[in-house]
């Protein structure tokens, strides 16, 4: 390197074109050796090692841009002893700016993947705060960049900020509030990627598959993609559904109409059938030993129904409802259980199921939900109960027959 100085301080006027010429073809050997050797040694040796974490500086390309710099490095270092390169400094600069600027955008780019496969990202999302670091990164170095063309110090510029600080809030606002709505989603830890998130008012119902500094992604369970401005999703109200898959237990809350016509007081016969259920026998004849120990305490004639108390139909299929359940695996017996009779409606006496399956899967659960029900329907029959539901055509072809 100073030989080539020394040779360049002593050449003739008659032969700088050839050293501009031999300064160039230097330039271009060193970009042909840094990016056809060095660059590729190094790729190779770091897919050679068991850590991903050089494998991402490549898969990033953060090192891409070195060819292009150490030549525009090495021109710049003989400004002072070439008047051409003394013309372009202002250039060169820029372009060094330029290209340590892409390079920058590429290392931000691998530690955003790099955290995105760590055990930490589930926990905290950070893609908007890399995207912001890289909005002040690309503001930086464009104000580098402008500055070195046209010989003013950055600190020129950024001493103006301040002056357009109005205009600057009024172009950044969606990024301000964006940044103001990531920065709610990370630390109250609203959703995160993964989670099962339902907004009624954007039409969107799935799973996160991506948190960005404008955006959030959407997958919805028909697999269309819903994109819902960030700042907007936060104003607006929106279900998590993180909780139900980490307690364990998703919610069971069906009803069962039931004729009130087909209510009625269980008798002898019916009563001993009921016995026969494995689900309730035991239920049956402690019932029993209860209704007749009231009635003898209050002197109550039994030989009438109406006197004292009695079973009913509708209360011993409760009572089945729940010996059911409780014998079902796939229902979660540490979480709320509970069988209920609602207020009458003009459709019917609703018998409604409030419990927890312990599998959170979509379609397990709806399995599951659907075989409690297939099963209850089909026993209705058994306790002389009939379902309520609107009359169709059959039931009035039935009705003009008889």
């Not at 950024?158 to 940044?179: M, P, Q």
Request: net charge neutral.
């Amino acid at each position: 390197m100073q030989n080539l100085i020394d040779y360049i301080q002593n050449v003739s006027d008659d032969q700088i074109y050839l050293v501009y010429l031999i300064v160039i073809f230097i330039s271009y050997l060193i970009y042909l050796v840094t990016n056809r050797i060095i660059l590729k040694s190094i790729s190779h040796f770091f897919k050679k090692t068991s850590t991903y974490v050089d494998d991402i500086l490549i898969e990033k390309k953060v090192f891409n841009k070195i060819p292009y710099l150490i030549p525009l490095i090495f021109m710049y270092s003989l400004k002072d002893l070439l008047p051409w390169f003394r013309a372009v400094e202002r250039i060169l600069l820029s372009f060094i700016a330029l290209i340590i600027l892409i390079s920058l955008n590429a290392f931000i780019n691998a530690l955003n993947e790099f955290y995105s496969r760590s055990k930490f990202s589930n926990e905290l999302n950070i893609k908007s705060y890399i995207q912001v670091l890289k909005l002040i990164v690309n503001m930086l170095g464009i104000i580098v960049m402008v500055a070195f063309l046209i010989g003013k110090s950055p600190v020129y510029f950024l001493s103006g900020i301040g002056a357009l600080t109005a205009v600057l809030l009024l172009v950044f606002k969606d990024t301000i509030l964006s940044l103001i709505s990531s920065v709610q989603i990370s630390s109250n830890n609203l959703f995160k990627i993964g989670d099962w998130v339902e907004a009624p008012q954007f039409e969107a119902d799935g799973n996160v598959i991506d948190i960005a500094l404008h955006s959030v992604k959407i997958q919805n369970w028909d697999k269309t993609i819903s994109i819902i401005p960030t700042n907007k999703l936060i104003d607006s109200s929106f279900k998590n559904w993180r909780g139900m898959s980490e307690s364990g237990g998703r919610r069971i809350k069906r009803s069962i109409k039931i004729d009130m016509n087909s209510i009625k007081f269980c008798s002898d016969s019916m009563i001993d059938k009921f016995k026969k259920f494995n689900v309730i026998s035991d239920y049956i004849v402690s019932k029993l030993v209860e209704i007749k120990k009231h009635n003898l305490e209050n002197n109550i004639n039994d030989e009438a129904w109406l006197n004292g108390r009695s079973l009913t139909n509708i209360g011993t299929f409760r009572a089945y409802i729940e010996g059911y359940l409780r014998n079902h695996s796939s229902i979660h017996k540490e979480m709320t259980f509970l069988v209920r009779q609602l207020s009458p409606e003009s459709d019917g006496l609703p018998i409604e199921i409030y419990v927890f399956s312990n599998d959170t899967n979509w379609v397990n659960y709806e399995t599951i939900q659907s075989d409690i029900f297939d099963h209850l329907l089909a026993v209705l029959s058994e306790f002389d109960l009939r379902v309520f539901q609107d009359p169709s055509g059959n039931d009035f072809k039935k009705n003009q027959l008889a």
